[in-house]
């Protein structure tokens, strides 16, 4: 079992930044890829963000290419979300996902583990 709870939402103005943590306990953090996604009011799951479980790869939406940025820090099993240059379409719930998987997966159907989400709102 992988607990997850994320950390670091709220609310800003359009253009601003905020940094998404996802703390990890319970099995082993290595070899699994970490994910984010966001889901807004009235539609589906999307994902934003993966990072393979030695952080040498990434993969992200088209969305957030050049404004977000995963990482994750092994030591102290959590990941992160750099968000920059926020839009008010970024405004969701995101949450953090966690998959047994050497290679990143951007289908949430493949993820086993999810927190419970940050709230992330953006104003115009």
């Known amino acids: 079992q992988v607990q997850l709870v994320e950390s670091g939402g709220g609310l800003v103005q359009a253009g601003g930044s905020l940094r998404l943590s996802c703390a990890a306990s319970g099995r082993t953090f290595s070899n699994v890829i970490m994910g984010w996604f966001r889901q807004a009011p009235g539609m589906e799951r999307e994902f934003v963000a993966a990072i393979s479980w030695s952080g040498g790869s990434t993969k992200y939406t088209d969305s957030a290419k050049g404004r977000f940025t995963i990482s994750r820090d092994n030591a102290k099993n959590t990941v992160y979300l750099q968000m920059n240059s926020l839009k008010p379409e970024d405004t969701g719930v995101y949450y953090c996902?966690?998959?047994?998987?050497?290679?990143?997966?951007?289908?949430?159907?493949?993820?086993?583990?999810w927190g419970q989400g940050t709230q992330v709102t953006v104003s115009s």
């Open positions: 996902a966690a998959a047994s998987s050497f290679l990143l997966r951007v289908d949430r159907r493949q993820y086993d583990y």
